[in-house]
């Protein structure tokens, strides 16, 4: 492979491509790892703040929730997608089904 080097014309171009030179290399080096530490911390953010975001009420919020609403005694609680769903027995021992909503705590129909 036939590389030349130029040779400046003058101490101010020799400069000038050198301040060039140091400015791309930086840009390279510098420019790339900050791009890809933004993308990461870009990737990472969303998730912790959709865990955050998803589940607001606990399960022990939702059991309160369900007692307000007239539940007496909770036979079972699970968690599916974006609601607890909580079965039990009122007051006259009648089976009610409640949903609630696990952002808000908003009983659903």
Do not use: Q, Y
């Not at 101010?12 to 840009?27: P, Y």
């Amino acid at each position: 492979m036939n590389t030349r080097i130029r040779k400046p014309a003058s101490i101010r171009d020799a400069h000038r491509s050198l301040i060039r030179g140091d400015m791309l290399m930086w840009m390279k080096t510098t420019g790339a790892g900050l791009l890809i530490a933004l993308a990461l911390n870009g990737f990472a953010l969303p998730a912790a703040h959709a865990c955050e975001a998803e589940i607001t009420v606990s399960e022990s919020e939702a059991r309160n929730i369900a007692w307000n609403a007239g539940l007496v005694h909770v036979e079972e609680i699970t968690r599916a997608d974006d609601r607890w769903e909580i079965a039990g027995r009122d007051a006259n021992d009648d089976e009610m089904i409640l949903d609630i909503d696990i952002r808000n705590g908003r009983i659903l129909d």
